[in-house]
């Protein structure tokens, strides 16, 4: 299982790194997603990184503003999160995937949820 942290309060503008560690020590998965699902809301793909290799995705709203990285030395992989908006306010969640590169961004594909971390973005 995938535990999320990292999450809080943060002003419009500001940044956030959340992290994502697997609960063994290691990831046995091909890619690590980070979804976020606002109140009332579907739970969204933001990025993905495939754990071995260099396939990188992002959704379109966060491109340029959210950073996906990995750490091998760590087993983390996290999600650098700049300029912030209110919009951004969710729990934020990540997960594993053995699914193709096509189903990157298509939540059924993953497993291994862990809890979330919440962020949220206010003045």
């Known amino acids: 299982q995938l535990q999320a942290s990292g999450g809080g309060l943060v002003h419009p503008g500001g940044s956030l790194r959340l992290s994502c560690a697997a609960s063994?020590?290691?990831?046995?998965?091909?890619?690590v997603g980070w979804f976020r699902q606002a109140p009332g809301e579907e739970r969204n793909f933001m990025a993905a990184i495939a754990w071995r290799g260099g396939g990188i995705y992002y959704a379109d709203s966060v491109k340029g503003r959210f950073t996906i990285s990995r750490d091998y030395t760590k087993n983390t992989v996290y999600l650098q999160m700049n300029s912030l908006k209110p919009e951004d306010t969710a729990v934020y969640y990540c997960?594993?995937?053995?699914?193709?590169?096509?189903?990157?961004?298509?939540?059924?594909?993953?497993?291994?949820w862990g809890q979330g971390t919440l962020v949220t973005v206010s003045s």
């Open positions: 997960a594993g995937s053995n699914g193709i590169v096509g189903v990157v961004r298509i939540s059924t594909y993953y497993d291994s």
């Open positions: 063994g020590g290691t990831f046995n998965t091909r890619f």
